[in-house]
């Protein structure tokens, strides 16, 4: 068993209590985590406030800042192999991906170091005479970043890197599910020589650790990424103290796959955007609307590859599909597949455990054919390899049903004809569109969505000005006093 401590305040604290980490895989206990009290809470928050206001982080200039995160992001990328074992021990999702992406991960620290010492004001041509006026840009504060199990590496440097880079400080919950990469990711830091107070990382449960945290009175940001329901939460939470807060939430994005496609691209995407990560994706495309003339050769391309996958230990460079994370999305996935076939869907291939797997949360790949999008796999998030497909007539009709959503995250255009690409594309109600391609994201590309899916944007150049509060400083350069406010002329 492996033991992890909260890092605060510069330094490792094994907490008060405590709570074990089971192993998708296995199904069996593997590590022992801290979860993080009301005063465990307050004291990470106590120390960010510190560490900004009256350590030695607020006297560092942008070009300091740039390098050491520049540093961090070149440790990272040091320790990326360890980092995605740690991942896949704790979360199941395969070690080739988690290790690909711990490494992609130093990018984004790279990429806002850079951008440290280009947050600039700008001088305004105000309208009045002698008057020289100006604004700069200071960091907001305190930042709480609070991110889900499934990519934590990846989503907390959306959130750390343009936070530090803008010179603020920050608390990042770990999710209380898989939190073991971002506790090795904590000794990185300490090794980086970042001043103690400026990044602590704690995990624990809602009550009372992420009500704490998001409702603390010197808390100025709070950055969160996850579910609907926990996004409501933390907006009531934040009334008390009026904390600035983004939301990166859910997805249940739309596929459309014309009949102009290049096949052979289409269904690549279609399995690399379902069944890679073994569909625990935010923005898996597991609404795959296939125009009518291909529908039946897009389904058997994909039930004929479906065959092929390897699902196994995430561990084995063979596997192709490993476990999910939790016991409760297994039962989640099988009691809305059952539903949705009640309901009308046709069952393609999958649907339950592989009969080869014995222990662990193993769940098949899986498609179900359906002619409603009223069914409940059509609706329902799963985080789950499971693919909803629905035969459309079309460009207008496949539009339509694509924006009959709650969520608006990502969505796919699979098309050969460009004008169509484009048409298609600027009326699909989503925060990002990919056009013959899937999943593909970098730290200069904005990140987020529509409607339930959150309102925020991460990444790219704009996301760290979100850091910032803007001043606005006016001069009086005249060397005459300032006129008898009595007197209006």
Request: aromatic share 8%; charged share 20%; glycine share 8%.
């Amino acid at each position: 068993m492996k033991h992890f401590k909260h890092y605060i305040n510069g330094k490792f604290s094994a907490g008060s209590n405590h709570f074990e980490s089971l192993n998708p895989a296995t199904g069996q206990p593997w590590a022992t985590f801290p979860a993080a009290s009301k005063e465990e809470s307050n004291l990470a928050i106590e120390s960010a406030h510190e560490a900004l206001y009256k350590g030695p982080w607020s006297e560092f200039t942008a070009t300091e800042r740039g390098k050491i995160i520049y540093k961090l992001g070149d440790l990272i990328s040091e320790h990326a192999s360890e980092l995605g074992e740690l991942e896949t021990m704790d979360s199941g999702k395969l070690a080739a991906e988690t290790k690909a992406q711990s490494s992609y991960v130093a990018d984004y620290y790279y990429y806002y170091a850079g951008l440290a010492d280009k947050i600039q004001g700008e001088v305004l041509p105000i309208d009045k005479p002698n008057m020289r006026v100006f604004t700069t840009r200071e960091p907001i504060g305190v930042v709480v970043a609070i991110v889900p199990w499934n990519a934590q590496l990846f989503l907390s440097a959306t959130k750390i890197a343009p936070a530090l880079a803008a010179g603020n400080t920050i608390v990042v919950k770990a999710s209380e599910q898989a939190p073991a990469a971002l506790f090795k990711f904590a000794e990185l830091v300490q090794k980086s020589g970042f001043p103690p107070g400026v990044i602590n990382i704690i995990t624990g449960f809602a009550e009372p650790c992420g009500r704490t945290i998001t409702s603390h009175p010197k808390v100025a940001r709070v950055a969160f990424t996850g579910g609907t329901e926990v996004a409501r939460h933390i907006v009531r939470n934040t009334a008390e103290n009026f904390a600035h807060v983004s939301l990166e939430l859910g997805g249940k994005s739309p596929m459309l796959i014309f009949d102009d496609c290049n096949i052979d691209g289409a269904v690549n995407a279609i399995i690399a955007g379902n069944f890679g990560a073994s569909g625990q994706s935010c923005v898996a495309g597991s609404r795959v609307f296939i125009q009518r003339s291909i529908h039946k050769k897009i389904i058997n391309e994909i039930k004929d590859r479906a065959r092929l996958i390897t699902v196994g230990d995430p561990l084995d460079e063979n596997t192709q599909v490993g476990p999910l994370a939790t016991k409760h999305q297994v039962e989640r996935a099988s009691v809305v597949i059952k539903n949705s076939i009640k309901q009308g869907a046709t069952l393609i291939f999958g649907g339950g455990t592989p009969k080869h797997m014995h222990q662990g949360w193993y769940f098949e790949p899986t498609m179900l054919d359906c002619h409603s999008q009223e069914y409940d796999c059509v609706k329902t998030e799963l985080f789950a390899p499971v693919i909803s497909v629905i035969a459309f007539d079309t460009e207008d009709d496949v539009i339509e049903m694509a924006n009959d959503s709650e969520y608006g995250l990502g969505a796919g255009v699979f098309t050969e004809n460009l004008a169509r690409a484009h048409r298609v594309s600027q009326q699909i109600h989503s925060g990002i569109v990919w056009i013959n391609t899937y999943r593909a994201i970098s730290p200069i590309s904005p990140f987020g969505g529509f409607k339930q899916s959150g309102g925020s944007r991460e990444a790219g150049v704009d996301a760290i000005h979100e850091y910032t509060r803007t001043k606005t400083t006016w001069i009086n350069t005249s060397s005459e006093p300032m006129s008898n406010p009595f007197i209006i002329r």
